[in-house]
């Protein structure tokens, strides 16, 4: 679906999307498993300066690898947003090198409107947790051998290396260790 400024200058576009698993790129580690279902609506806020507010609810289930152990995560997400959007060429004001703090929030399009999808990505990929984890309780990966701990115990011992310190010791080693 697009969301035409032509269209918003004339009425709120309202919208009720089920988009289907594969349709959004999200990125090569994440994976749509559901359809993502959104509703909301979208009006222009300002006709002069073109600025869009996109507020509604999407819920998507996704897949991506576990920060831990590599093996699949599972992440619902149910959110809701308020996305403000300007257009791309009021971003770029000649002699102005610092984003005000208002311009942190808001998003930019070109052209004549924007694609909702685009949109949804951007909620999506803004909703996911700062570390993908299978389970709370994910013991990951061995540093030594590579076996994921979940499957069982190994019989590696990791030796605690502190780099910090590295220097003294080869200090220790050139004066000697009677000084």
Do not use: H
Not at 11 to 40: C, H, N
Not at 46 to 62: H, K, N
Not at 85 to 98: L, N
């Amino acid at each position: 679906m697009f969301i035409s400024l032509q269209e918003l200058e004339l009425r709120t576009v309202r919208f009720g999307v089920e988009v289907p698993a594969g349709e959004i790129e999200f990125d090569s580690k994440i994976t749509q498993v559901s359809d993502l279902r959104a509703q909301g609506s979208a009006e222009l806020l300002s006709r002069s300066l073109g600025e869009v507010r996109v507020q509604g609810s999407l819920a998507v289930t996704v897949n991506a690898p576990c920060d831990r152990c590599l093996e699949t995560a599972t992440v619902a997400i149910d959110k809701k947003f308020d996305l403000v959007y300007m257009p791309s060429d009021e971003r770029s004001s000649p002699g102005e090198d610092e984003i005000d703090e208002a311009g942190i929030e808001v998003g930019y399009y070109e052209g004549a409107g924007l694609p909702l999808n685009d949109v949804l990505r951007e909620v999506v990929l803004l909703a996911l947790p700062m570390q993908l984890v299978c389970s709370e309780e994910c013991r990951g990966i061995c540093p030594v051998c590579g076996r994921n701990r979940n499957d069982g115990q190994c019989a590696c011992k990791a030796q605690p290396i502190d780099d910090r310190w590295s220097k003294l010791k080869n200090f220790r080693a050139e004066i000697g260790p009677g000084n």
